[in-house]
């Protein structure tokens, strides 16, 4: 029968995410099968599955630490923000709508039968489930219809371990603070707590540690000092993504509002000969550009707006006529071409508005998703390339014709005549070691080698080592209940 543990926190970007990663690959060094479980999260940041749907990117990556494929039952509810008030709503790996922030509170608690459901089924494949929360208990405004937090912790029977963040200060008043607002059934369901992401020497906290124990009467797991490598590890969240300095090659990305599947930027920023900056709005794309790689959007009509209203578009001509390159990543690649057509208002109204008109091809949305793993070719390198695609709407013009990538002996994607701008919609490209090197090497990029997928290997035994010697593994394990 398996067991199975629930990790919730005192607040947002706490450090579950990594957490619950370090701990299915500590639980996988013991020879446990382990799975990963995220009742509900919100992310723009997805990653497609083997069984042909989509995830939180996170869950993908606690997948990996727990050396199994992803499946949609990791992540049964996810929320992909369309605007301050609006979401699409993915269930169980398929688009199931778009509801307003307060449609959805009245009808979240809807979905706990799917939720259920694909918990009890991941169950049946796995010795351990290690869950993660999203946000905080704390928010008991939430707590009515809850399926995140409290409300599954109730309904699965899970026991509960909270993280604090001393990185952010309070961390005493975190803890105590969630015991002190939690209703009494709700209280006893957390039995242990974690401190997260300390600074200097953790025995200096050992008074703080007691000081929460007394108030709260649970359990002390450990002080986990900052994980330094964290930044190896694919970012889930935007506010996560920054400039990473390296050589003398740079690539430019503009962060757009509603910027999705960034993950293909850390590929990217591994090389020790590329220098990779984000630019935030209200700055001008610097003019030493080698690449200005435009990235994926949620709402692509308005992230457009958004990259005019920036200037950004000024700065991406004159990029072009100074001969530098440029690529565009799915909704980049839709941005780059001459028109948007939203005849069914997916976006929005319906409405069709002109592109960049970078690149000869013009993209109409449509209501059907695209999801799939994709395997391609670079026809320059002949350097194999998987991916996966995730998108609304079809693009061809022109420049589809000859273009550089081939799937299945068919062209995808766009090259310009010069072949220096280009586009396509496939994310996670970069991660095939030839092909980035191959497409990095012919821009000018020197000093490449790094083999990215290795590393992640490597940072997730090296997240799990660290966990194990400043947290109480054991003990946590055997927190996990029988479900």
């Known amino acids: 029968m398996a067991k199975a543990i629930m990790i919730q926190g005192t607040g947002s970007n706490v450090g579950k995410s990594v957490l619950v990663a370090g701990l299915a690959r500590a639980a996988l060094r013991r ?16 990653a497609v599955t083997c069984d042909g749907g989509e995830i939180g990117r ?8 727990a050396g199994r494929e992803p499946v949609v039952d990791m992540n049964p509810v996810l929320l992909k923000p369309e605007s301050g008030r609006r979401a699409q709503i993915i269930v169980q790996g398929q688009r199931h709508g778009t509801l307003h922030a307060r449609d959805y509170g009245q009808q979240k608690a809807r979905l706990l ?17 290690i869950v993660e929360g999203a946000g905080s208990p704390a928010e008991t405004n939430l707590r009515h219809g ?26 005493i008043a975190q803890i105590v603070g969630t015991h002190a607002v939690l209703a009494p059934d709700d209280r006893a369901r957390i039995r242990a707590f974690v401190v997260n992401k300390f600074r200097g020497d953790p025995q200096l906290f050992a008074d703080g540690m007691q000081d929460i124990v007394r108030h709260t009467n649970w359990a002390g797991l450990g002080s986990l000092p900052w994980f330094e490598d964290a930044w190896r590890l694919p970012a889930e969240d935007v506010m996560d993504i920054a400039s990473r300095r ?14 999705a599947n960034f993950d293909d930027l850390d590929p ?15 700055r001008a794309l610097p003019g030493n550009a080698d690449l200005v790689l435009i990235p994926g959007s949620k709402s692509t009509i308005s992230d457009l707006a958004d990259f005019r209203a920036n200037g950004w578009d000024i700065d991406l001509r ?20 001459q028109t948007i057509a939203d005849p069914d208002g997916i976006e929005g109204p319906p409405t069709t508005v002109e592109g960049l008109g970078i690149l000869r091809v013009s993209t109409t949305m449509s209501p059907q998703k695209r999801l799939a793993v994709t395997r391609a070719m670079d026809l320059q390198s002949r350097e194999p390339v998987t991916g996966y695609e995730i998108h609304l709407g079809d693009t061809t013009g022109p420049d589809c014709t000859e273009t550089w990538l081939s799937v299945d002996g068919r062209p995808h994607g766009a090259t310009s005549p010069d072949g220096r701008v280009l586009g396509c919609y496939l994310h996670g490209l970069f991660s095939a070691d030839g092909f980035r090197h191959a497409f990095l090497g012919r821009l000018g990029a020197q000093d490449l080698g790094n083999r990215y997928d290795d590393g992640v290997e490597a940072a997730l035994d090296d997240l799990a080592r660290h966990l194990e010697t400043h947290l109480d593994i054991e003990a946590l394990l ?3 209940a029988p479900v």
Not at 31 to 46: H, R, Y
Not at 58 to 65: K, P, S, V
Not at 246 to 259: A, E, H, Q
């Open 31 to 46: 020879g446990l099968s382990v799975a990963p479980f995220k009742p509900q999260n919100m992310s723009n940041n997805a």
């Open 58 to 65: 996170a869950q993908a990556l606690q997948a990996r630490a």
């Open 113 to 129: 039968p799917k939720v259920m459901e694909s918990f009890r089924r991941l169950a049946e494949t796995a010795d351990l489930i």
């Open 146 to 171: 809850d399926i995140a937090n409290m409300g599954f912790a109730e309904a699965a029977g899970v026991p509960v371990v909270l993280v604090g963040d001393i990185d952010r200060g309070g961390v």
């Open 246 to 259: 390296g050589g003398s090659f740079k690539i430019v990305v503009p962060r757009l509002r509603r910027i």
């Open 268 to 282: 990217l920023a591994s090389e020790p000969g590329v220098d990779v900056e984000l630019v935030d709005p209200g």
């Open 318 to 337: 004159a990029h072009v006529r100074r001969g530098g390159h440029v690529l565009g990543i799915c909704g980049g690649y839709q941005m780059l071409g």
């Open 478 to 480: 055997r927190l996990a």
